[in-house]
């Protein structure tokens, strides 16, 4: 019923920037929070960022802070995530998520998130 497209990724030199999006579809996506995960090649899936249903909060992990920022546009059903200083470590796929609840807080646990896009590729080179 929740439908996610991701868009905005590419090829990119250390030091970069680039911003990724997430069209959403579905009758509760203003109310949703959402959250974006990386997975690089031969590692697990980890979280990246999220943000609460109308974008007052919002929580990153270690690696995203100070250089990626989260936001959304709930008039256009859309999730961006800002990457600046892009690093080598930065090279994975990017996916973008909706949290299975309502009205929930941003969080960084993967089993909360039921609905998935398909990927957006981002490689840093150095």
């Known amino acids: 019923q929740v439908q996610l497209v991701e868009s905005g990724g590419g090829l990119v030199q250390a030091g970069g920037s680039l911003r990724l999006s997430c069209a959403a579809s579905?009758?509760?996506?203003?109310?949703?929070?959402m959250g974006w995960f990386r997975q690089a090649p031969g590692k697990e899936r980890e979280f990246v960022a999220a943000i609460n249903w109308n974008g007052i909060k919002t929580y990153y992990a270690d690696s995203a802070k100070g250089r990626f920022t989260i936001s959304r546009d709930n008039a256009k059903n859309t999730v961006y995530l800002q990457m600046n200083s892009l690093k080598p470590e930065d090279t994975a796929v990017y996916c973008c998520a909706a949290d299975l609840g309502l009205y929930r807080t941003p969080n960084s646990d993967q089993d909360r998130y039921g609905y998935w896009g398909q990927g957006t590729q981002v490689t840093v080179s150095s």
């Open positions: 579905g009758r509760t996506f203003s109310s949703t929070a």
